[in-house]
């Protein structure tokens, strides 16, 4: 479907092409001889062309981007491109000047060129995805433009080689200015690092930081270990001071007091009074005086061991008279007591030294991130700017000694040589023409498209099948086209000197004209299966349409299938029919009305089953003739004794007489010649028909252009006439179509028996006569069921056609395809027409054949003398 819709659109366009052949051509003509003059009269010119590579050059320090400036081709990722850059240089006025004077380059006057000469023939442009530069320049001296384009990349590659030095300088100053300023940043970086050291007492911050972890597990171990020691000796001690019943400082004054010579000396002096006291007691009263002098000599010595005590345990040596004197076991456990509260008391400052040490760790190490932080942040920096030094350093050595070299971004690939072929090559100019004047005439073709669609005048003629059906809205009956006397010589053409060709196909049944007069016919045979129709009135809208050869040879493919035809040339003011069928005008038409003559002197036979009436003596008072009685008579008598009637009547345009004789006849058929007829001829005629009341059957359109029309409506007659293969298919099987329906309708005609066996009529028929009646029943039923089986074997062979003809469909071009798609119609209409007609013949032999048999019974009864009723019952 989408193919053959392609295929429709690309056939209308070549339509429009063939419709504005003329001018298109003419305007093609002149627009490809102006090109072609113009290309043999323009001066040879020459191209010389250098190519050149822009390489990469860093001069200066990429820190200072001068690079980029200088012919670095490395930021082709930037937004603007540095190739479109280097063309605008090399373009530039200063380059093209200095070229010019080099060359002294002068016009036909002896003036110094212009800058604008130049450019106009100077062409720079960048080979794509590369670095490399075209230049190349046209003029008519080969040496001059090889000249112009070496001299061009001279002076360029020496501005580049400048440009490059003078950058190399301007950045090697800028990086002796630079130089300082970081050398003076990395010092001062340095300086921050050592101070923080050095305030800190850091030499290795890692290093620090695991030496105080460390350090602060070993602090709090020792602290849990004093912790453990002291709360042991501490239980110790409460335990003796228990059980001494002193504390730690008496015991201790208990021990230095048991410990002190002189107050042992004092204490044993004191003991031995104290004997000698209770010795002399004993013998002795408290008067005498050797009592009272050792009592005075216990109290000196009491005096004198308080004295000592005092200076062994100072104020707390007054308790101690009384319990001075203790046991070795009391003794040791004091002594043990003061070592065990000496001891508490240097576990006590080793846990606070301990505790001292582990707060000022810990107070470290809280400081330790922050410098860190600190000095990663001036390790960074210093490490850029160290980076930044080195890196300016090398770059300044390295542009000191750029700038004492001539370093240039361009490299010649090729120079431009003296070229030997000019460029404009004449073959070109040629193809340049033609394709212009096709470019001009396609616009010519557009434009009358387009001005023709815009004119909505009333005079415009149809030009086209789609116009005419779409204006009048009248069914279509066929379509014939316009006859090319070149192309068919072959094909029966009569009156060529008249404007509308007339064709008879009688002679030539498988034709492609008759194949389309015989669509024709099949279509009106359509119509009379809906409605009795018997006389047809053929008219057009104006004269030279073509009707007269539309009603001959209608008329003659209905006589072809065994229909018994009369056609009336009822055009009184220009008949032709004699014409076409080179028999006498006289007597005719006018002479049967006006002269009252019979019927049978003024119809002639022209071909079998067609009898012709011409027009006769032409009078001036045609019009009454026709719309007369005599008329009406004469076509009412034809209608009992023809199977149809064709009229051929003047033009609607000329006289009144198609609308007269429509009136009598059963049905008007309309020709219309696209591209003849107007617009307002063709409405007016339609208005005519419509107000007059006529049953318009359909159109013809007859004389269709194939150069404005597609052939979708007809096959291509000299496609047709060409085509041996798809002849030899179908002309065979439509010639006998034709002589089966013929047979058929000569058959279906024969009315010399009654269907209907009346017993009453026939018994007393002599049975000679019904011996008679049977043999001519049993002839007559074997030519029947002879038509019956060749019409069968037809139809099998249709259908096989018919199959044939899909099957090729797919396989053909595009433009066999438009014949072979209207001879599949055509054999599609023809195999309906002929089941059709099998259906009526099957019926009829069934007839026949119960005839016969009554017919056979009669003979019987009455030859053995039997009732004929007995042997119906």
Not at 278 to 300: D, H, M, V, W, Y
Not at 302 to 329: F, K, P, R, Y
Not at 783 to 805: G, S
């Amino acid at each position: 479907m989408e193919n053959s819709q392609i295929s429709g659109e690309i056939h209308q366009y070549l339509l429009i092409i063939k419709r504005r052949f003329f001018p298109a051509f003419g305007v093609f003509l002149f627009v490809f001889i102006l090109g072609t003059v113009t290309t043999i009269l323009k001066q040879s010119t020459y191209e010389a062309r250098a190519s050149l590579k822009l390489r990469k050059i860093n001069p200066s320090s990429s820190l200072t981007d001068l690079s980029k400036e200088i012919g670095d081709i490395s930021s082709l990722g930037l937004k603007s491109n540095p190739l479109s850059t280097q063309v605008e240089v090399i373009r530039s006025q200063p380059l093209i000047e200095k070229t010019i004077s080099d060359l002294k380059l002068q016009d036909k006057q002896g003036k110094t060129l212009k800058v604008s000469q130049i450019l106009k023939a100077l062409q720079v442009k960048a080979v794509t995805a590369t670095d490399i530069l075209q230049i190349s320049y046209q003029d008519s001296d080969p040496k001059l433009a090889s000249q112009m384009v070496n001299t061009l990349v001279d002076n360029y590659i020496e501005y580049n080689t400048r440009v490059n030095r003078s950058e190399a300088i301007l950045a090697r100053e800028f990086l002796q200015k630079q130089l300082p300023t970081t050398e003076a940043t990395l010092e001062q970086l340095e300086a921050s690092i050592l101070k923080i050291q050095e305030e800190n007492q850091i030499i290795s911050l890692e290093e620090e930081s695991a030496s105080i972890a460390n350090s602060l597990q070993a602090i709090r171990q020792s602290i849990d270990e004093t912790r453990s020691q002291l709360a042991s000796s501490t239980s110790q001690a409460e335990f003796i001071s228990n059980q001494l019943g002193m504390n730690s400082e008496k015991a201790l004054v208990t021990t230095a007091f048991n410990q002190s010579s002189a107050v042992e000396q004092s204490l044993q002096q004191l003991k031995l009074l104290e004997s000698q006291l209770a010795e002399q007691q004993s013998r002795f009263t408290e008067a005498n005086p050797k009592i009272i002098e050792l009592k005075e000599k216990i109290q000196l010595q009491q005096e004198l061991l308080q004295q000592e005590i005092n200076n062994v345990a100072g104020n707390q040596g007054d308790n101690l008279v009384g319990s001075s004197q203790l046991g070795q076991i009391q003794q040791d456990l004091a002594a043990e007591l003061v070592k065990l509260e000496a001891n508490n008391i240097g576990l006590i400052k080793r846990l606070e030294h301990l505790t001292k040490t582990e707060q000022i760790q810990r107070q470290r190490a809280k400081i330790l991130p922050k410098l860190r932080f600190q000095l990663r942040q001036l390790e960074r920096k210093l490490a850029v700017s160290q980076d930044s030094y080195n890196l300016l350093l090398n770059k300044l050595k390295t542009l000191e000694i750029v700038e004492n070299q001539n370093i240039s971004s361009v490299r010649v690939l090729s120079a431009a040589s003296i070229p030997q072929e000019p460029i404009n090559n004449r073959s070109i100019g040629y193809m340049s023409s033609l394709f212009l004047g096709l470019i001009s005439a396609s616009g010519v073709i557009y434009l009358l498209e387009i001005i023709d669609n815009f004119r909505k005048t009333t005079d415009r003629s149809l030009k086209t099948v789609e116009e005419a059906k779409q204006l009048l809205g009248y069914t279509e009956l066929g379509v014939i086209p316009e006859i090319d006397f070149n192309k068919l010589p072959l094909l029966p053409i009569h009156n060529k000197e008249s404007n509308i060709a007339v064709t008879k196909i009688n002679q030539y049944p498988s034709s492609a004209m008759g194949e389309l007069y015989r669509n024709l016919h099949t279509r009106f045979k359509f119509l009379c299966y809906d409605q009795k129709i018997k006389t047809v009135v053929i008219t057009s809208s104006i004269t030279q349409e073509g009707k007269s050869s539309v009603a001959a040879n209608l008329a003659s493919s209905m006589a072809q299938v065994g229909d018994k035809v009369l056609l009336i040339d009822a055009n009184l003011y220009s008949p032709i029919q004699h014409q076409i069928w080179n028999v006498y005008a006289e007597p005719g038409l006018s002479n049967f009305i006006a002269e009252q003559l019979t019927l049978e002197s003024v119809t002639q036979k022209v071909m079998t089953n067609l009898d012709l009436i011409s027009s006769g003596t032409i009078s001036p008072s045609s019009d009454t003739l026709i719309d007369s009685e005599r008329m009406k008579s004469l076509i009412d008598l034809c209608s009992t004794i023809y199977d149809f009637i064709i009229i051929d009547s003047p033009a609607l345009n000329k006289a009144a007489d198609a609308l007269n004789i429509g009136t009598m006849a059963d049905g008007v058929i309309l020709t219309v010649k696209p591209g003849h007829v107007t617009y307002s001829e063709a409405e007016f005629a339609q208005g005519l028909l419509e107000l007059s009341g006529q049953n318009i059957l359909g159109l013809v359109l007859n004389g269709v252009n194939s150069q404005v029309e597609s052939h979708n409506y007809y096959p291509d007659l000299e496609d047709l006439q060409d085509n041996e293969q798809l002849l030899s298919i179908l002309e065979p099987e439509q010639d006998s179509l034709w002589e089966t329906i013929s047979l058929e309708q000569k058959n279906s005609s024969i009315d010399k028996f009654d269907n209907d066996f009346n017993l009453a009529k026939i018994e007393h028929t002599p049975i000679e006569k019904i011996e008679n009646i049977v043999l001519d029943l049993e002839k007559h039923l074997y030519e029947i069921a002879r038509t019956v089986q060749e019409q069968e074997d037809e139809l099998l062979i249709r259908e096989q056609t018919v199959k044939q003809l899909q099957e090729k469909l797919n396989l053909e071009s595009d433009r066999r395809q438009s014949v072979l798609e209207q001879q599949l119609s055509l054999e599609q209409e023809c195999l309906n027409l002929l089941s059709k007609t099998l259906v009526g013949q099957r019926g009829n032999l069934e007839k026949r054949k119960e005839l016969l048999l009554q017919y056979q019974q009669l003979l019987y009864a009455k030859k053995i003398g039997v009732d004929p009723k007995v042997m119906s019952n």
